[in-house]
Structure formats: C-alpha cells, structure tokens
C-alpha cells in the first residue's frame, strides 16, 4: 500500500512563500514521477508542477519563476517551493506518485490534500 503524506500548507499574505512537502512510503517503482496538482474551487484540477526520477521537471506556466520542485529520491520526498505568492495560488495542492514496473504497468497515487491559501 503506497501512502503519501503531504504537509506544509497554511495561510500566507500575498508576496509570501510557503515549502510543501510530500513523503511516499509503500512499495513502488524506482522509475517514477513525482509531482503536485492543485484544484480552486469551482476549477478542475490542474498541473503545477512535476519531476521523474531522472530529475527532469516540468513547471506550469502560471508558476514558473515562482514555484520550483525538488526531491529527495532516498527519502522518496517531492517538495515544492513557492515563492511570490498569489490569491490566484489559493488551492487544495494534491501530490502525486505515477510509478512504472518492469512490465510498464502505469500505478498512480494521490495525496489527500493540503491546502494553501493566499491573502490580498
């Protein structure tokens, strides 16, 4: 059973930073993507940003220069960076582990949720 726990979350003014963390722990894949979602009410959930196990991210427009992934393949830890924060951030930040094994079976997992929101 592959759990991911998120943490980090909160309350900030605009301009502020918030660091969210997401820990996986389970069986699963070293071939793996890493990443975090968000979903504002009333909006689908949407990509923020993402890194594979080879360190290669992708970073949605909307945050790039604001927001960077990392992670910590030892501890099997993504985090997110955010900096310069927005109202327009205020969300549920969802982390998610896509993982791949030796027959290239696709295995997706979600975190429960943390949510961010950001003060005018």
């Known amino acids: 059973q592959v759990q991911l726990v998120e943490s980090g979350g909160g309350l900030v003014q605009a301009g502020g930073s918030l660091r969210l963390s997401c820990a996986a722990s389970?069986?699963?894949?070293?071939?793996?993507?890493m990443g975090w979602y968000r979903q504002a009410p009333g909006k689908q959930r949407e990509l923020v940003a993402r890194i594979f196990s080879d360190g290669t991210t992708n970073t949605a427009n909307s945050v790039k220069g604001r927001f960077t992934i990392s992670r910590e393949n030892a501890k099997s830890t993504v985090f997110l960076q955010m900096n310069g924060l927005t109202p327009e951030d205020t969300a549920v930040y969802y982390c998610?582990?896509?993982?791949?094994?030796?027959?290239?079976?696709?295995?997706?997992?979600w975190g429960q949720g943390t949510q961010v929101t950001v003060s005018s």
């Open positions: 998610n582990l896509i993982s791949l094994d030796r027959s290239s079976r696709r295995y997706e997992y």
């Open positions: 389970g069986s699963f894949s070293t071939i793996n993507t």
